[in-house]
């Protein structure tokens, strides 16, 4: 029995959703990945840049960008993590690549988990582990059209509607149940989302670029 898993970050960790090809489906969440990783999967996407440059903007999300908008963070770079600050940071990335190249505030505050999945990754790990973007995800589900934003009412319906649709039915429920644990509802949402995109995805954006340490960078949708 083939097991699917969507990951993504929140405050205190990761929260993971998993379906299978019964259409079982349920979530877990953990402070560190490798606990999560270790339930048995045929495949597994998270939301979390893989494969970094040193500098410069990776391809696959200048590409990602132009189909769903700022959802998409640019500046994901190796090492990001060792500056003491975002003004450190920016100050270096303004210096080395030019004004306006800097990073912003959301991808400086997940740089610690960018670095925790850069240290699990390998070329080979990559053939179960891909990153997914849900809004390119959405995206797609949606053919190719752009949904409401997210934080509107709207915007959370079609999303859990499109969930629903391709087997999370128990969603609504969970929305319920995650309150006490720090996870918050487009977490979940979004895990949930990276879970149908590890049993269902054949399409990816960019894949043309290699990091230093051979991981492509792609985006599964």
Known sequence: MNNYLG??????????AWIDDRGDHGFDYSPG?????????????IDMPIGLKPSGYRNCDLRAREMVGPAVFLGARR???????MAAANRHYWEHEGKGRGVSAQLWNIRDKIREVDEIMTPARQATIGEAHPEL?????????RLAKKTSAEGHEQRITLLAQRGFTKLPKWLT?????????DDLIDACACAVAARDSTQRVGGDEIDPRGLRMEINC
Request: hydrophobic letters at 50%; a positive charge.
């Open 7 to 16: 990951l993504d970050g929140f405050r205190f960790g990761w929260v993971a």
């Open 33 to 45: 990945l490798t606990r999560l990783l270790a339930v048995p999967h045929a495949r597994a996407m």
């Open 79 to 85: 090492d990001l993590w060792t500056f003491p600050d």
């Open 137 to 145: 995800i959405f995206w797609n589900l949606a053919g190719r059209a």
């Open 177 to 185: 149940q995650r309150h006490g644990t720090g996870i918050g509802r």
